[in-house]
C-alpha cells in the first residue's frame, strides 16, 4: 500500500472479502465502508433516511474509509464505538444498519 | 487616526480547541449573552492589533457542517452566510482546525470557500500533531484552498501573534466591510455533493498530509478501561458518587457563609431602615429571596467545576456513550445524561445545560423532565418533615429509617422521571427516533486557566439570570403575602389575612383531598419562589419565628399538628409539585414560549395531586391517619 495511502483503493480488494451492516459487527472487526445509507432504510420515512445518510456522511462515514469496531454498550452490546479513519465515533446499531462495511479482517 | 474596526467570526469543527484559541485572543475581554430571538449563548471578545486596530472576534457554536440541524449550528451557517438577524456580517472567518484531525475540517473548509467570505485557516493543536510525527505541506495546503494558514497553540498562547498579523493582513486587504471575495455559491449539500466534497478533502489529505508516525495511543489505552462495559459504568457510577459528596458536603461551609453574610445584610439593612414597609420589602423580599437562590451557588460552582473538568478532559462523550442504552430505554438521548445530572443540584442549570441536545423532541423531553430530579432546594423541606414524622431507627440493623425515606424520595423522582419520557416518546413522538451520532474526542489535559474563565463564566451567567428572573418574583410573592395587613385586634399570624392567606384558605378545598389542612396550603405560596421557602412559610404559619434555625421546634409543632398520613401526602406533593417559579421562568426563556412551561405546570401539578392523594389515602387506610 503507499505510504501516503490512507484508504486503499477499492480495487484492489478481492471480492472474496465478506460485506455485511456494521449493526452486525463484532469487536475487533475491521473493514472498509462499501455503501451508506442505500438498503436499510426500513422503518423510516424517505426524508428521514435520506437526512440519516447526510449525518453519516458528514461525519465520516464515507465510502473507502477505514472503520474498525472498538467498544460496545453492556446491555445488548449497544451503542457501538468504531475507530473511523483518525477518529472515535460513538453510534446506536440501528443507525450502524445504514452502513455496509466490506470485512477485511473479522474478530 | 486609528485604522477602522472589522468583524471576525470563528468556525469550526467541535473539539477542534476553537474556544481556547478565542480565549487566547481575546483574554479577558468577553461578553457572553444570547442571540436575539433564540437562546444560542453568543459569545464576543475584542483584541487590539499591533496597528492599534480593534477587531471583534464572534465565537461561532462548533459544527461539522454549514447544513445546519440544531439551533446552534443555525446560528453559525447564517452568521457565516451574514444572514443572521441584528449581526452584522463577519468581515473575515478564521477557521480554526485540530491540525491531528484535518479530514473532517477540509471538508467544512470547501463548504466556507463556496460562501466566498475572505478566511484564515488556523491549524490548532499543531503541537500534538509535530509530537505525533505528523507533516502538512502548509504552503501548498494553503494554496489548494486558497486561504492563508497559520499554526497555534492556543492553550500556550503559541502562534496566536501570527493569527492575529494574518487576520490584519487579510482585513486590510478587504474590499469593503462584510464584502465577499467572489459569489456566494453555497447551498445544502445532498448526499451525493457531501461524497463529492469528501474526495475533494481526502485528494488534499493524500497531496498535502502525511500520517502520523507516532499516532495517539493513549486514547485509545485509556478508553480500554473508561469504556469497558462492567469497568467503565463501575468508575462512572464512582465519579458520580465523588461529585455527589462533593456537591452535598463540600458546599456546606460556603453556604452556611452565604446565609450568615445575607442574614447580617439583612440586619444591617433592618436597622438602618426605618420599621416599616421599605425595610420589610427589601429584608424579607428582595434580600431573603435572592438569598434563597444565591445559596445554592456555592453547590451550582462544584457541580459546573466537575462538568467542566469531565468535558475538557473529553470524558462527557463517554459518559453520553455509557449511559445511553440506560436513558434510551426511557426515550431520552445519551446527552440528556449531563442537564439530568445538573438538576440534582438546582434545575435551572440543569434546563439551560440541555443546549447541547440538537434534537428539538429530545431536548424539549429532557427539559419537561428536568424538575423531577430532586433539586438541593427540595432538601429542606425533606429534611423538616423526615424529622417530624420518620423515627430516628435503624431498620435490617444498619439502615437508618430517615436515611432510608430520604433515597426513597430521590428514587421516586428519577423513577418517574424515566417513566414520563417513556411515556411521551410512546404518546406523543412515536417512531420519531433521533440517530446517536458523536464524536468521542481524544482526551486532553484540562487547561486550568480555561476551566477557571469557562467556570466564572457560568457563576456570572447563574447569577444574572438568577437576579433576572427571580427579583421581580420575590416582590409579587413578598406583595402577597404582605398584603392587606391584618384588622386591629388580630389574633392568628399576619399571612393569614394576606393575599397569599386568603388564596390559601380559597384553595383549601381543593388540597382537602390529599389531606392538606389549610396552613399547608398557604405555605404552598410563596413556597412557589423556590421550593426551600415553603419552610420558612410554614414557620410563619405555626408562629415559628425564624424557622430554619428553629426546625426542632417546628418540626415539634408539626408532629403535634399533622398525622403521619398529612406528613406524607405533603412529602409526595414535594416530590412532583412545580414548586418553583423560577424553573417556569426559565423553561419559557429557552423554549420560547409559553406552551411548554403550561404543560410543564399542568402535568407536574396533576401528578403530585394523584400521587400525594394515593399516598395520603393508602396511608390512612393504614391506620396512619
Known amino acids: 500500500m503507499d505510504e501516503l495511502s490512507i484508504h486503499p483503493m477499492s480495487a484492489t480488494l478481492g471480492a472474496a472479502f465478506r460485506e455485511a451492516p456494521l449493526s452486525q459487527a463484532r469487536l475487533g472487526d475491521r473493514g472498509i465502508i462499501a455503501a451508506v445509507g442505500a438498503p436499510a432504510a426500513q422503518g423510516r420515512g424517505g426524508l428521514a433516511a435520506e437526512e440519516l445518510e447526510r449525518r453519516l456522511l458528514e461525519l465520516g462515514f464515507v465510502e473507502g474509509a477505514e472503520i474498525e469496531m472498538i467498544h460496545q454498550g453492556a446491555l445488548g452490546g449497544d451503542p457501538i464505538a468504531v475507530r473511523l479513519d483518525d477518529m472515535r465515533v460513538a453510534l446506536r446499531r440501528r443507525d450502524a444498519a445504514e452502513i455496509i462495511i466490506r470485512l477485511t479482517g473479522e474478530a | ?625
Open chain 2, 1 to 625: 487616526m486609528a485604522p477602522a474596526t472589522a468583524r471576525i467570526a470563528l468556525v469550526g469543527n467541535p473539539n477542534s480547541g476553537k474556544t481556547a484559541l478565542f480565549n487566547a485572543l481575546t483574554g479577558s475581554r468577553q461578553k457572553v449573552a444570547n442571540y436575539a430571538g433564540v437562546t444560542v449563548e453568543r459569545k464576543e471578545g475584542t483584541i487590539t492589533t499591533a496597528s492599534g486596530r480593534t477587531v471583534s472576534v464572534l465565537d461561532l457554536p462548533g459544527a461539522y457542517s454549514l447544513r445546519a440541524r440544531s439551533p446552534d449550528e443555525a446560528v453559525t451557517r447564517d452568521a457565516v452566510l451574514g444572514q443572521l438577524k441584528g449581526e452584522t456580517p463577519p468581515d473575515l472567518v478564521v477557521c480554526v482546525a485540530d491540525a491531528t484531525n484535518l479530514r473532517l475540517v477540509l471538508r467544512l473548509i470547501l463548504e466556507l470557500r463556496q460562501v466566498g467570505r475572505p478566511m484564515v485557516l488556523a491549524l490548532n493543536m499543531y503541537d500534538i500533531a509535530e509530537r505525533q510525527g505528523l507533516r502538512i505541506d502548509i504552503e501548498g495546503l494553503a494554496a489548494a484552498i486558497g486561504a492563508p494558514i497559520v499554526t497555534t497553540v492556543a492553550t500556550r498562547r503559541r502562534g496566536v501573534e501570527d493569527l492575529v498579523a494574518q487576520i490584519e493582513a487579510k482585513v486590510e486587504a478587504l474590499a469593503g466591510a462584510g464584502a465577499l471575495e467572489g459569489s456566494n455559491t453555497w447551498h445544502e449539500p445532498s448526499p451525493a455533493e457531501i461524497r463529492q466534497a469528501h474526495a475533494e478533502a481526502q485528494r488534499l489529505m493524500k497531496a498535502y498530509v502525511r500520517p502520523a508516525e507516532r499516532p495517539d495511543t493513549l486514547t485509545g489505552r485509556i478508553d480500554a478501561v473508561l469504556l469497558h462495559p462492567v469497568a467503565g459504568l463501575a468508575i462512572l457510577l464512582s465519579l458520580l458518587f465523588v461529585m455527589f459528596q462533593a456537591v452535598f458536603a463540600w458546599a456546606g461551609p460556603l453556604m452556611d457563609g452565604i446565609e450568615g453574610g445575607l442574614g447580617a445584610l439583612g440586619g444591617l439593612v433592618a436597622a438602618a431602615l426605618p420599621d416599616g414597609l421599605m425595610e420589610s420589602l427589601i429584608v424579607d423580599g428582595l434580600i431573603a429571596g435572592v438569598g434563597s437562590v444565591l445559596v445554592f451557588l456555592p453547590q451550582i460552582l462544584i457541580l459546573f467545576l466537575f462538568i467542566i473538568l469531565l468535558e475538557d478532559f473529553g470524558y462527557m462523550a463517554r459518559a453520553a456513550f455509557l449511559m445511553d442504552r440506560i436513558m434510551g430505554g426511557a426515550g431520552l438521548h445519551g446527552r440528556a445524561f449531563i442537564p439530568l445530572l445538573s438538576s440534582f443540584a438546582c434545575a435551572i442549570p440543569g434546563i439551560m445545560a440541555t443546549r447541547v441536545i440538537d434534537s428539538r423532541r429530545d431536548r424539549l423531553t429532557t427539559i419537561m423532565v428536568a424538575p423531577l430530579m430532586a433539586c438541593s432546594a427540595r432538601i429542606p423541606v425533606y429534611t423538616l418533615i423526615i424529622a417530624a414524622f420518620i423515627p430516628n431507627q435503624t431498620v435490617w440493623g444498619v439502615v437508618s429509617l430517615q436515611g432510608l425515606v430520604m433515597s426513597g424520595l430521590y428514587t421516586a423522582g428519577i423513577a418517574s422521571a424515566l417513566v414520563i419520557s417513556f411515556i411521551a416518546r410512546r404518546l406523543f413522538w412515536r417512531g420519531q427516533v433521533e440517530p446517536f451520532l458523536m464524536e468521542l474526542p481524544t482526551y486532553k489535559t484540562p487547561d486550568p486557566k480555561s476551566v477557571l474563565s469557562n467556570l466564572w463564566q457560568r457563576a456570572a451567567i447563574f447569577i444574572s439570570r438568577a437576579g433576572r428572573i427571580i427579583l421581580p418574583l420575590m416582590v409579587l410573592i413578598w406583595t402577597l403575602a404582605t398584603f392587606p395587613y391584618p384588622p386591629e385586634g388580630a389574633t392568628g399570624p399576619a399571612i393569614d389575612y394576606s393575599f397569599a392567606g386568603q388564596l390559601g384558605h380559597l384553595l383549601h378545598p381543593l388540597f382537602a383531598p390529599i389531606g392538606f389542612n389549610w396552613q399547608m396550603t398557604v405555605a404552598l405560596i410563596p413556597g412557589m419562589a423556590a421550593r426551600e421557602v415553603a419552610v420558612g412559610a410554614l414557620g410563619t404559619v405555626y408562629a415559628v419565628a425564624d424557622a430554619e434555625a428553629q426546625a426542632g421546634t417546628l418540626a415539634g409543632a408539626l408532629s403535634a399538628d399533622w398525622s403521619l398520613a398529612m406528613g406524607l401526602a405533603f412529602l409526595t406533593w414535594y416530590v412532583f409539585a412545580p414548586q418553583c417559579a423560577p424553573t417556569l421562568a426559565v423553561v419559557k426563556r429557552e423554549t420560547n414560549s409559553w406552551l411548554w412551561p403550561a404543560v410543564m405546570f399542568a402535568y407536574m401539578v396533576t401528578l403530585a395531586y394523584l400521587a400525594a392523594m394515593g399516598v395520603y389515602h393508602g396511608a390512612v387506610a393504614l391506620g396512619w391517619g
